[in-house]
Structures are given as C-alpha cells and as structure tokens.
T-cell receptor
Framework: AQTVTQSQPEMSVQEAETVTLSCTYD???????LFWYKQPPSRQMILVIR??????QNATENRFSVNFQKAAKSFSLKISDSQLGDAAMYFC?????????????FGEGTQLTVNP | GAGVSQSPSNKVTEKGKDVELRCDPI?????LYWYRQSLGQGLEFLIY????????KSGLPSDRFSAERTGGSVSTLTIQRTQQEDSAVYLC???????????????FGSGTRLTVV
C-alpha cells in the first residue's frame, strides 16, 4: 500500500516571501499522480497542483511549483510571493495510475501561516 | 450542480443516535468518494462508488457505517449508534470517472462536521 508523509505539521512565512512544504511517499508503482491540495477554513479541498510521475518536468501553476524527485520519492511544494490568502492546511496526495477506481492517499497535512 | 453539495453543514447528535449525511455530486460525475477527516488529521478513505459497479467499502471502520448511492447520483452515508470517536468532518468528492490514466483530482464538497455528544 502507498503511504504519504508530511513531516512539517506547521510552517510559517512572511508575506511576499517563499516557503517550501515537504512531502515524501512510498510506492512500488512506477506510474502515478501526485497532488497538492489546499484546505482553507471553509473545509473545501482545493486542488493546487498535480504532477504525473512519468513527466520529468516539474509542474508549475503561477506562484506554485513543485520539486519532484522520483528516485527519492519526494514531492515538495514551493509557494513564491506568499499572500495572506495562501494561509491554509496543505495536503500532499498520491493516486495510482495503474489500477482503476484508485483512491487518493493523503498525508497528514501542513498548516501554513502567512504573517503580514 | 456547479459543485459538490453536502448537507447538513454541521450536525450535533447524541451518542447512540443514527445520522445520515448527504452528498450531491457534480452532474455527470460517475465516481463518488467519502472521506473522514478527524481533528488535525489527514483524510481517511471510507467508501467509493463508480457507476453501477459494486462499491468499494474497504475503508468503512465498522459495520455501523454504511452508504448508498441512488440512481448513480446522490449518496447518503449513514452512521448507526453514533459514538464520540465518530466526531469528524465527513468529506465527499466526485470525479468524472475513475478509469486508469485519469489524472484529475477530485472535486470536493465542503463537508459535514459531525459532533457526537
């Protein structure tokens, strides 16, 4: 079974600065998807960015980018020019590409605080 | 609808009572998932529906938990004889389909916060 680990329960960053959230995972599969979700106090999970394992190029979405290291099974999220609205719980998630009906497996989450 | 709708938003119930949580997925989404998020924890998979196939119930924590999906659309998660450890946020998500190779994440609802007193 796959596991996802986020070793930083809490992180903080100054507004306009850059922060990196860590995520590692364990899998025996070679093809899969990785995701970062944001959960604000409204509770709704919002997809931030996704990465396909077979793609070597790191995904980027505006101020959000990932550092995907497949051999190390690491998938960190970098938030540049942090904004107050980025404050939320961030979850890393894994989804198999090799089996149908696959569920998302989530890490424990990192609570991000953005200081003005 | 435009998004995944869950009701009620919050529910307080007495220990031992039964509760029903509702999820209305995005129209046309054939895959539907229920997750549980306990305080300060990640999301724990509960159950998955795909079209008319038999649901994957492997995540249900006990036989007090059950779920159904009528007409391939609305789903109801039922918890019988609620216990205090059932207190959590119950999140529903849907996706267009869950076939192999689909890279989309899900669209989540805002969840139901269940408090058992």
């Amino acid at each position: 079974a796959q596991t996802v680990t986020q070793s930083q329960p809490e992180m903080s960053v100054q507004e306009a600065e850059t922060v990196t959230l860590s995520c590692t995972y364990d899998t025996s599969e070679s093809d899969y998807y990785l995701f970062w979700y944001k959960q604000p106090p409204s509770r709704q999970m919002i997809l931030v960015i996704r990465q396909e394992a077979y793609k070597q190029q790191n995904a980027t979405e505006n101020r959000f980018s990932v550092n995907f290291q497949k051999a190390a099974k690491s998938f960190s999220l970098k938030i540049s020019d942090s904004q107050l609205g980025d404050a939320a719980m961030y979850f890393c998630a894994y989804r198999s590409k090799e089996t149908s009906g696959s569920r998302l497996t989530f890490g424990e989450g990192t609570q991000l605080t953005v200081n003005p | 609808g435009a998004g995944v709708s869950q009701s009620p938003s919050n529910k307080v119930t007495e220990k031992g009572k039964d509760v029903e949580l509702r999820c209305d997925p995005i129209s046309g989404h054939t895959a539907l998932y229920w997750y549980r998020q306990s305080l300060g924890q990640g999301l724990e998979f509960l159950i998955y529906f795909q079209g008319n196939s038999a649901p994957d119930k492997s995540g249900l924590p006990s036989d007090r938990f059950s779920a159904e999906r009528t007409g391939g659309s609305v789903s109801t998660l039922t918890i019988q004889r609620t216990q205090q450890e059932d207190s959590a946020v119950y999140l529903c998500a849907s996706s267009l389909y869950s076939g192999r190779g689909l890279g989309d994440g899900y669209t989540f609802g805002s969840g139901t916060r269940l408090t058992v007193v």
